[in-house]
């Protein structure tokens, strides 16, 4: 099936929207195979809404990771805040004239998404161009509310519930735990760029446990503190992994086949680090395109099959109370904040 198709299965209108959602589409596919991979197992209705939520968070992490030289870090500082002004108000006023921004208002208004979790996320952003390092995880864990978290969340408007039985707080709690251990997989992999950009992801105090510090990985020399050290995180991804895995099928039956390949092949990239002995210095770690493509081929027959299942989707509505964000303060466990709030 066709972009173009897509957007005409989605009632999408009007040249320059359209365009918007194109530009999104080429964002995903270009920066986000996988994610990309994966979103071509929902329904076509639903894609370019993945895509234009996907977009938006790529082209925001660009600027954030623009690394021109000739760019102070106070210009890269003052370029963010300028755009994240101009989204923000364009998001309470419900139009932009940015090319980008104007399919991921338009989905925001389709599905109901709450304002605060695209602001939550800039906020993660500008955390990026002064914050280097977290203390320990639960530090950690106030940035991956904006920067993952609530990107799960975002999705589950599209993605919808199974059925009226499904509560979106226990969904909820699942998409969290999936959006997380996707990013730590991310950092995982990307060790070495992200030292590049001056940042490292790692608790210090799982560095300190290990003995390794932060010359010791510029160094990328993979000695046995080191494979220690990234053992330990990645079974402590896993084990977030298992907790997130429940929730795939309690989304809606047509959306259950993206995240069940998108889960597949992003725990992969942890067998692919293991595979390599934990270097992840030498190449970017990647799982094999033959089983990209063979985890991909097996949800394509499911994913079939479940759009004839004829079950609507069930959305979210306007009754519905959405979940908090954590404080600005980012040091207190999101989950703990969210269970806090009055649920009905």
């Known amino acids: 099936m066709t972009a173009r198709s897509e957007l005409d299965a989605a009632g999408i209108e009007g040249a320059a929207l359209r365009r918007s959602y194109e530009i999104c589409r080429r964002l995903n596919a270009e920066h986000g195979k996988t994610y990309y991979l994966a979103t071509l197992l929902l329904p076509p209705a639903k894609r370019p809404h993945v895509h234009a939520l996907y977009g938006f968070a790529r082209y925001v992490d660009d600027l954030v990771d623009d690394l021109d030289p000739s760019l102070t870090p106070q210009q890269r500082a003052d370029r963010l805040g300028a755009w994240t002004d101009d989204f923000l108000a364009d998001l309470d006023w419900g139009a932009t004239s940015d090319p980008v921004s104007r399919a991921v208002l338009h989905t925001v208004q389709e599905f109901g998404i709450p304002h605060e979790y695209l602001a939550d996320f800039l906020e993660s ?124 099928e309690l989304v809606h039956p047509s959306s259950q086949d993206c995240l069940r390949t998108a889960f597949t092949l992003y725990g992969g990239i942890l067998d692919e680090i293991e595979a390599a002995d934990y270097d992840v210095f030498t190449t970017r770690v990647a799982v094999p395109l033959r089983r990209r493509g063979a985890v991909a081929a097996r949800g394509l027959a499911r994913a079939y099959a479940a759009r004839r299942d004829g079950r609507p989707l069930v959305r979210r509505t306007s009754t519905t109370t959405t979940p908090s964000a954590p404080s600005r303060t980012r040091t207190a466990d999101p989950r703990a904040a969210r269970r806090r709030s009055a649920r009905p």
């Open 125 to 248: 952003m500008r955390m990026d161009l002064t914050v280097t390092g977290y203390p320990t995880f639960a530090d950690l864990e106030g940035y991956m509310w904006g920067s993952a978290a609530v990107i799960g969340l975002e999705m589950l408007p599209i993605l919808g519930r199974r059925d009226e039985s499904v509560r979106w707080d226990v969904i909820e709690d699942h998409a969290i735990d999936l959006g997380v251990a996707f990013q730590l997989t991310n950092f995982l992999r990307d060790i070495a760029e992200d030292l590049r950009r001056g940042r490292v992801y790692l608790p210090q105090e799982s560095l300190d446990m290990f003995g390794v510090d932060r010359d010791r990985l510029a160094r990328g020399v993979v000695d046995e503190s080191l494979r220690n050290l990234l053992a330990w995180e990645i079974e402590r991804t896993r084990d977030i992994y298992r907790r997130a895995e429940p929730g795939i």
